[in-house]
């Protein structure tokens, strides 16, 4: 899992509540579980003009121009800043992945759906809760100044607006942890190899007949 200590980069704004896991990526789409792959049908019923089928070149699709992620001032956006209920639905881990794969590295919202929000640190995605204000104040930034950057600081858990003003947000410390040393659930049983190879080894001596 890719670490997260420090991360600056274009926002873009998606300016819509209760965006649910299906509109994140639709699920005729759910047909692996390579976690790659999915950034081209981020948003697909959004960004596209046209239903997409599984496997279709989405180069070769007509886009819906008026979405946000279709606008040249965003192409290269690496954070996305949305509104109250974020990733609710369907428990579907594919929504973290699409994220990640179309290259969002942090979701900035008022609130997010618990599942959602529990899958994004198991995939290295942060998701920032910030205040309606403070979200509000951040639209406004965003649709103002084209190119708008913020920089998202895990270790001091703090959003750093390009005029230098500070917006705290607080994380589970084992979350946050698990985020700046990028290590997910395998990665941290991984840390436990030796013990789990001794466990092993004496389990075999002391019953063989289960390993016959």
């Given at each position: 899992m890719k670490a997260f200590t420090v991360h600056q980069g274009i926002v873009a704004p998606l300016d819509r509540v209760n965006v649910d896991t299906d509109m994140i990526i639709p699920k005729q789409f759910l047909k692996s579980i390579k976690r790659t792959g999915f950034g081209p049908n981020l948003f697909d019923e959004l960004r596209y003009l046209d239903e997409g089928q599984p496997?279709?070149?989405?180069?070769?699709?007509?886009?819906?121009?008026?979405?946000?992620?279709?606008?040249?001032?965003?192409?290269?956006?690496?954070?996305?800043?949305?509104?109250?209920?974020?990733?609710?639905?369907?428990?579907?881990?594919?929504?973290?992945?699409?994220?990640?794969?179309?290259?969002?590295?942090?979701?900035?919202?008022?609130?997010?759906?618990?599942?959602?929000?529990?899958?994004?640190?198991?995939?290295?995605?942060?998701?920032?809760?910030?205040?309606?204000?403070?979200?509000?104040?951040?639209?406004t930034l965003v649709a103002n100044n084209e190119g708008y950057q913020l920089t998202i600081d895990l270790k001091r858990q703090v959003v750093v607006l390009e005029d230098g003003q500070e917006m705290s947000f607080t994380v589970d410390e084992f979350r946050r942890d698990c985020l700046l040393r990028g290590l997910d659930d395998i990665g941290l049983t991984l840390q436990e190899s030796d013990a789990i190879k001794a466990f092993e080894q004496k389990h075999n001596e002391s019953q063989p007949w289960l390993f016959a």
């Open positions: 496997g279709q070149d989405c180069s070769q699709r007509p886009l819906n121009e008026a979405f946000v992620l279709n606008q040249p001032r965003y192409h290269e956006t690496s954070v996305l800043l949305a509104r109250q209920n974020f990733g609710c639905g369907s428990s579907r881990e594919h929504a973290p992945w699409a994220l990640d794969d179309f290259g969002i590295r942090c979701v900035i919202a008022p609130s997010f759906a618990e599942i959602f929000y529990n899958n994004c640190f198991k995939n290295g995605l942060l998701p920032v809760v910030l205040s309606e204000q403070q979200v509000d104040q951040l639209f």
